[in-house]
């Protein structure tokens, strides 16, 4: 977690906002998923979330929920996502998080987990389908092992319920653009600034901005209000198109690039 605050820190002093990719592990393969990792992160973003592959992803929509498919098809699993996070890190010294729902880790083992992670190199969890009121274990032991819990807050989330998930939260609070799942069309309108003010209104935390974020111009315009830019359907899509690996890490590699130059405007 100490790096990724750093991170964040970082970018913040440099007035602009992060840039955070999302890659699932094993798609679409391991060793592809590793190389285009790896590729998002030296074409300029600041911060990964590596996904943990899950048969029902209540957050994402029709393009991550293929990759994910593919992935769980070619047998990933969370030794997988944990050699992932390892290799990723190690290789670009950045900081590297896992997106999971709670059921695959909590069926693993909430110590061991967090252990595995840790020993990993990762920074922490992001937590979407986890509710603030139950994650009292699971922030025990993140704390233990120096990994963030990143809470999701949405338009919806009514200020009681805003105060609880950002006093819990640790890194950053996700907060997501639109109501849906992630992948969704249309623009990022009015509602993810107020959403942003209104979280900063409750922490000191960073807030980060994903859901809907594909292109540049997107991109810039978030990062005019949020502390984060999260992108990752566009990132899958670009992967799913490409003929091959080195497709794909070129198609990645492009995206990242177009994305980072439009954070630091």
């Known amino acids: 977690m100490e790096l990724l605050n750093e991170t964040l820190a970082a970018?913040?002093?440099?007035?602009?906002?992060?840039?955070?990719?999302?890659?699932?592990?094993?798609?679409p393969t391991v060793e592809t998923g590793i190389s285009a990792m790896r590729a998002v992160l030296d074409a300029g973003a600041d911060i990964l979330e590596v996904g943990l592959p899950h048969s029902d992803p209540i957050l994402?929509?029709?393009?991550?929920?293929?990759?994910?498919?593919?992935?769980?098809?070619?047998?990933?699993?969370?030794?997988?996502v944990l050699r992932t996070v390892a290799e990723v890190h190690r290789a670009t010294g950045k900081?590297?998080?896992?997106?999971?729902?709670?059921?695959?880790f909590s069926r693993y083992g909430i110590q061991r987990f967090a252990r595995e992670l840790a020993e990993a190199g990762a920074a922490?969890?992001?937590?979407?389908?986890?509710?603030?009121?139950?994650?009292a274990?699971?922030?025990?032991?993140?704390?233990a092992h120096g990994l963030a819990s990143v809470f999701v807050v949405a338009p919806s989330t009514g200020t009681e319920r805003l105060h609880e998930i950002t006093a819990a939260a640790t890194g950053f609070v996700y907060a997501a653009a639109l109501m849906g799942?992630?992948?969704?069309?249309?623009?990022?309108?009015?509602?993810?600034?107020?959403?942003?003010?209104?979280?900063?209104?409750?922490?000191?935390?960073?807030?980060?901005?994903?859901?809907?974020?594909?292109?540049?111009?997107?991109?810039?315009?978030?990062?005019?209000?949020?502390?984060?830019?999260?992108v990752?359907?566009?990132?899958?899509?670009?992967?799913?198109?490409?003929?091959?690996?080195?497709?794909?890490?070129?198609?990645?590699?492009?995206?990242?690039?177009?994305?980072?130059?439009?954070?630091?405007?």
Not at 137 to 143: F, G, K, S
Request: with cysteine; proline share 6%; aromatic share 4%.
């Open 11 to 27: 970018t913040k002093r440099a007035g602009r906002s992060a840039l955070i990719a999302y890659l699932p592990a094993g798609f």
């Open 60 to 80: 994402d929509g029709p393009v991550i929920q293929t990759a994910a498919d593919i992935a769980l098809r070619g047998g990933t699993r969370i030794k997988d």
């Open 95 to 104: 900081p590297v998080l896992v997106m999971t729902y709670w059921n695959p």
């Open 124 to 135: 922490g969890c992001v937590l979407p389908d986890l509710p603030v009121q139950e994650s």
């Open 137 to 143: 274990q699971w922030r025990e032991q993140a704390a």
């Open 181 to 230: 799942v992630t992948g969704a069309g249309g623009s990022i309108g009015e509602a993810a600034g107020i959403l942003v003010e209104r979280t900063r209104a409750t922490t000191d935390l960073p807030v980060c901005v994903g859901i809907g974020i594909s292109s540049g111009a997107q991109a810039a315009a978030v990062a005019g209000f949020a502390d984060g830019v999260i």
């Open 232 to 265: 990752g359907s566009a990132l899958v899509q670009a992967v799913l198109d490409a003929p091959d690996e080195p497709g794909a890490r070129a198609a990645v590699q492009a995206l990242t690039s177009s994305l980072a130059t439009a954070v630091r405007r």
